[in-house]
């Protein structure tokens, strides 16, 4: 049978891809690869930019196409056989496309191909490939050149150990609560914690670390000690910290090693430290002007922040007789103040949020903004809960996308958007390739013959990464180096999902996406008043939370030696930013993976960056819905607005700068105002 792998005629075939596929798919892939690049390399080889995207491009697209199903799959169904497989191509794959970045004679090739004659598209990845070139170690020599290469070898093996084990480490961990300790946990919580139980032979319910279980644990369990052991349990994961029998998941040594490594390859490129290899890319000039923006926004937050731990000691000590909260209390004394100060719960609020019909009003003010049509559509999939959509325009494909919502063992924690493939005017061929996208979730699993209910987080990250998957599927540049998200600098690749989630405070919207699980009824309006009125409760500690992963992140990458102590620099950005101590045994960074394994190293400040992009870029409706009456005219003027965001951000892609999609759109450069105002810190 053919290898699935190797079958690039549509979708992946992820219903027949099995472990044993994995090696001979790359096996073959690779040495067609290498052909190519030393096809285009040789002398009488054209510097021509089409001539080396049909041979060389097919073949690496080809790659990373089946590669992609492979990664894909380790994240969301890994299984040892599965894992294993990964494991032995990693090496291989990782050597060749660093090898490939720092070739000395595809590097002379692409500084010989002549910029006149390459279109706006083709020059700005022409610009972005020989950047790429330089940062790749393409001007290196000697032993130079072949330590480079194995630090990116041995970089890509130790993302993937972090990665394993900060998922191990999850799974690893449950505690059978007995009926005395689940008091105030959501019943559709215990619903599920029973039946998982029930699965293992255990009594009691099985709470987890997986979101789903442990946060509802911390905000709504009425004992502490429970919320403390959880805690506990969480904040040490894949550390020193945690109990012995789960010693084998430890990080330390690993994230040790990536820091020295990423120091070592900075230096070798020439600049002092990893942040600035990080910024060269991205919109930010340089770590220093990033550390800036970071404690300038510390600073304003810092009172706002000072504020709300008052609020929440005070309705501690008098409505709970919590005199002494502790970091595991917290979330629960925030919950119950929220309560009472605004009348509502995230458990009342989640009964609302089906989602089923969450999906339905998101593709409503989807097709509404940007003038497509979603419809279901059908392809492989790695399990049965996984759907599958197109999204047309005028009965036209523009892209398709994969959604894989429900939290489950062997499923990495977290959302994310990736691509399956990129738009391309395909060289090969010429037909135009549309491009397809995962939209990967962990959202809980109905329990009890009812849809699965989302908390209004929930519906927000799902916003959150539908805005990254329409970036990268509504895209019109046919270059595929720089269609959709690819080429967009890393600080500004949030603006688009992060826009998305102010709809979901917008009334319009969230009237048509809601539906009680038990009658039916939309979301009341006096709640969503309470929502809204809440919107920014606790927004100063939250700002400093982002900002103190961010400030940590580069630090890291700029002043830390590796061969410190990694702990002693957290506790210094906590000391500087955080307004509630963590616990001595806190371990939070050993999960951290979106610096670790995720490619967001000396790069975690994009949230915040991106987000004066988002919050500036949303206030253009703003501003137009106060200038018109509403109804009819509303409609009109945001649907034209949406056009504008869709053609000037959206479509444009990386095919330019991020800045001169931001003005094209709003005929300025961002202004912070925007962000303080939305988040009540004006």
């Known amino acids: 049978m053919t290898n699935p792998l190797l079958d690039f005629s549509d979708l992946p075939l992820f219903d027949r891809i099995q472990p044993e596929h994995v090696a001979a798919a790359v096996d073959e ?45 380790n994240s969301v169904a890994d299984t040892p056989e599965l894992r294993a497989a990964y494991n032995a191509a990693l090496p291989r794959v990782t050597e060749f ?29 022409h610009k972005n490939a020989i950047r790429n070139f330089v940062l790749s170690g393409a001007e290196l020599t000697g032993a130079a050149k072949e330590r480079f290469a194995k630090i990116q070898e041995r970089q890509a093996e130790l993302s993937q150990k972090f990665s394993e084990n900060a998922l191990d480490a999850t799974d690893a961990f449950a505690y059978y609560a007995s009926a005395d300790e689940v008091a105030g946990i959501p019943e559709d919580v215990l619903q599920t914690a029973r039946t998982q139980a029930e699965a293992e032979g255990k009594s009691g319910y099985r709470l987890s670390l997986k979101m789903p279980s442990y946060l509802p644990v911390m905000q709504f369990a009425a004992s502490s000690a429970l919320r403390e052991t959880l805690y506990k349990a969480y904040t040490t994961r894949a550390s020193d910290q945690a109990p012995a029998e789960f010693s084998q998941f430890d990080n330390s040594a690993v994230m040790r090693e990536i820091l020295a490594l990423r120091l070592e390859e900075a230096q070798l490129l020439g600049f002092q430290n990893f942040g600035e290899v990080s910024v060269v890319a991205k919109m ?118 994969y959604l894989d919502q429900p939290a489950r063992t062997g499923k990495r924690g977290g959302a994310w958007m990736d691509d399956v493939r990129a738009r391309w005017l395909r060289p090969d061929t010429g037909r135009l390739q549309t491009p397809v996208a995962h939209l990967v979730c962990n959202f809980a699993e109905g329990a009890g013959g009812k849809p699965a209910l989302l908390t209004h987080d929930d519906v927000t990250t799902l916003f959150h990464e539908f805005g990254h998957g329409l970036h990268h599927m509504l895209t019109q540049v046919n270059e595929h180096d720089v269609s959709g998200i690819n080429g967009v600098e890393w600080d500004a690749v949030e603006l688009p999902s992060q826009f998305m989630e102010n709809f979901c405070w917008e009334w319009d919207v969230l009237k048509h996406m809601t539906a009680h699980v038990d009658s039916g009824e939309p979301l009341p309006r006096v709640l969503f008043d309470k929502m809204l009125a809440a919107k920014n409760f606790q927004s100063g500690m939250q700002t400093l939370r982002q900002v103190e992963f961010s400030l940590f992140d580069m630090l890291l990458h700029t002043s830390h030696n590796p061969a410190d102590a990694l702990m002693d620099l957290l506790n210094q950005v906590r000391q500087e930013v955080a307004v509630i101590a963590a616990p001595a ?25 991106a987000e004066v992009l988002s919050a500036d870029a949303y206030a253009a409706f703003e501003e137009n819905a ?57």
């Open 29 to 73: 892939l690779l040495v067609k690869a290498e052909a190519a690049l030393e096809q285009v390399t040789a002398p009488a080889f054209p510097a021509s930019w089409g001539e080396i995207a049909r041979v060389l491009d097919v073949a690496t697209e080809n790659l990373g196409r089946a590669w992609g199903a492979v990664s894909h799959l």
């Open 97 to 125: 496309g660093a090898r490939l970045g720092a070739d000395e004679r595809l590097y002379a090739k692409y500084k010989a191909i002549d910029v006149t004659t390459l279109n706006a598209e083709q020059r700005q990845a």
């Open 284 to 401: 930010a000039q340089s770590p220093e002007e990033v550390i800036t923006f970071l404690r300038d926004l510390a600073r304003r937050a810092r009172p706002y922040a000072e504020k709300d731990v008052a609020d929440l000691r005070a309705f501690a000590a008098d409505a709970l007789k919590l005199t002494d909260p502790q970091p595991w209390d917290y979330a629960y004394i925030g919950e119950k103040l929220k309560e009472a100060r605004y009348a509502f719960s995230e458990q009342e609020v989640k009964q609302y949020f089906t989602a089923p019909k969450v999906l339905a009003g998101l593709f409503k003010i989807v097709e509404t903004l940007f003038e497509v049509a979603i419809r279901q559509d059908s392809a492989p999939v790695w399990k049965p809960g996984v759907a599958f959509y197109r999204i047309e325009r005028n009965g036209q494909l523009l892209g398709q996308f």
């Open 585 to 609: 045994y806190s371990r939070t960074a050993h999960t951290f993976s979106h610096i670790f394994s995720g490619g967001y190293a000396a790069g975690y400040y994009s949230y915040k960056w």
């Open 626 to 682: 106060t200038a018109t009456d509403g109804g009819d005219a509303k409609t009109t003027v945001t649907v034209e607005i949406g056009r504008k965001y869709r053609q000037a951000i959206l479509e444009a892609g990386g095919s330019r700068p991020a800045m001169e999609s931001f003005k094209a759109f709003r005929g300025r450069e961002p202004s912070l105002d925007a962000l303080l105002r939305h988040q009540g810190m004006a």
